[in-house]
């Protein structure tokens, strides 16, 4: 529970250090603002006190809608910032003509405004598209084989990736340099992901460039991306680099300000913890722990750190029957997939 809180709130930091800059501004601009029902206590540092206090509240307990906090945020500057324009309006709340009913309506209308201006996907029609590089990390205790196998899609080790979406993990081409991750979530339809390996040390790095393709949408690159990892005392040291092509300034604001890629990297450790957990208190044999002698953690090494191509195992064969055979027992079930 603590250590989720910690993670939470460190993926917070730039949402809520920008939100809390914003408030003091308001607060600062609008220091005459509100009428002060206590004597000597300035009610603007009341109110954004409170609004500061809120925020860590609404990123814990409603992580879903934390935008809530920098929307919120800006709406109450700009709110101050047309009062001050607009003394006579319903904006000040310092006049003595106010009507709070109409103030409210008015705050709700410059929410509304700054949403659609902020979160609408208008701006990605007009806006400039430019390649962009997002970097995450994060600790945790796992070690070096499970944590490889649960964030590198490698073939032969279906078991041990934590997303429950992907049904099967195959080499696309004989040198072994491309990996396809076939996905199905039912009702949806199935897709896939291309893995094509730039460079890779096994334990230790690797870096992929990504595709997606699925039965109604073309081949579309989706970057690339790379990982490291790091031993630091008895955790591991996970940091997460992703490169895209093309992307638009309100993703790019948004995935700064919520550190989407740190978020990721976080959902993917704890299934992993999770799943390491899970097997521990039933007594087997801990998912993504492999032994020395394992032949495919072998093959994996001398395919991926040499510049020899390796010819495709027969293994490979038996994973599209293993996927075969999920497809069959899914077409018993009444649910067959795209």
């Not at 250090?17 to 005459?32: K, M, N, T």
């Not at 790379?226 to 630091?232: H, T």
Request: aromatic content about 6%; charged content about 25%; overall charge positive.
């Amino acid at each position: 529970m603590w250590d989720r809180l910690k993670r939470l709130f460190y993926r917070d930091r730039r949402r809520l250090a920008f939100s809390v800059a914003l408030v003091l501004l308001a607060s600062a601009i609008g220091f005459d603002y509100l009428p002060d029902p206590v004597p000597h206590v300035p009610s603007e540092s009341l109110a954004a006190g409170a609004l500061i206090l809120a925020m860590p509240l609404v990123s814990a307990l409603v992580p879903d809608h934390r935008y809530l906090i920098e929307l919120g945020a800006v709406s109450n500057l700009l709110f101050v910032l047309m009062g001050r324009v607009f003394p006579l309006s319903n904006f000040n709340l310092a006049s003595e003509q106010v009507d709070f009913l109409s103030s409210a309506v008015l705050y709700g209308l410059t929410v509304a405004v700054v949403q659609g201006v902020v979160r609408g996907r208008w701006s990605d029609r007009f806006g400039p598209r430019t390649p962009v590089r997002l970097t995450a990390r994060a600790t945790t205790p796992v070690g070096r084989r499970a944590l490889w196998f649960g964030l590198v899609p490698t073939p032969g080790h279906l078991e041990d990736n934590p997303d429950p979406s992907v049904v099967a993990i195959d080499y696309l081409d004989a040198n072994r340099r491309t990996v396809r991750m076939i996905h199905w979530m039912p009702p949806h339809r199935r897709w896939e992901t291309l893995l094509h390996i730039e460079e890779a040390a096994l334990h230790d790095h690797v870096r992929l460039r990504i595709e997606s393709r699925s039965e109604d949408v073309a081949q579309a690159s989706r970057g690339s991306t790379s990982l490291r990892v790091f031993d630091k005392g008895p955790h591991r040291l996970v940091i997460l680099a992703q490169d895209s092509e093309q992307v638009a300034l309100r993703h790019l604001v948004r995935g700064w300000l919520d550190d989407t890629l740190g978020r990721m990297l976080d959902a993917r450790l704890a299934r992993i913890e999770a799943q390491l957990s899970t097997a521990r208190q039933t007594g087997r044999q801990p998912k993504g722990r492999v032994r020395r002698d394992d032949p495919e953690t072998q093959d994996f090494l001398d395919c991926f750190c040499s510049a020899e191509p390796v010819p495709v195992a027969a293994d490979r064969h038996e994973l599209r029957r293993k996927t075969d055979r999920i497809r069959i027992a899914t077409r018993k079930s009444g649910a067959e997939p795209g």
